[in-house]
């Protein structure tokens, strides 16, 4: 089991620049591939960036390549998502997540463990 807490959300201006947290609890975090999925109301959630359990493998959306960067310390059990050049169109509530896997048919990622949820709002 492991408990997600995220911070970092707010209001930025278009072109402005934030950083997320995720700390999680136990002492099985760097078991865990990490990641950070995003949603906006009446859509579902999506997937925008994940890195390995060592943090040497990471993956992104097209939508944020090049402008996000994850990462991850294990000693301190957190992860982070680092965003700049924000749009309007990345508002949305950003969800940690752990364990996530990729299934082999369909390349679905299913997660078991979610934070509560950060909200980031990019004004223009």
């Known amino acids: 089991q492991v408990q997600l807490v995220e911070s970092g959300g707010g209001l930025v201006q278009a072109g402005g620049s934030l950083r997320l947290s995720c700390a999680a609890s136990?002492?099985?975090?760097?078991?865990?591939?990490m990641g950070w999925f995003r949603q906006v109301p009446g859509k579902e959630r999506e997937f925008v960036a994940q890195i390995s359990r060592s943090g040497s493998s990471t993956s992104y959306a097209d939508s944020v390549k090049g402008r996000f960067a994850i990462s991850r310390d294990n000693a301190k059990n957190t992860v982070y998502l680092q965003m700049n050049s924000l749009k309007p169109e990345d508002t949305a509530i950003y969800y940690c997540?752990?364990?996530?896997?990729?299934?082999?048919?369909?390349?679905?990622?299913?997660?078991?463990?979610w934070g509560q949820g950060t909200q980031v709002t990019v004004s223009s």
């Open positions: 997540a752990a364990d996530i896997t990729i299934r082999p048919v369909g390349g679905v990622r299913t997660v078991d463990y």
């Open positions: 136990g002492r099985t975090f760097d078991s865990y591939v």
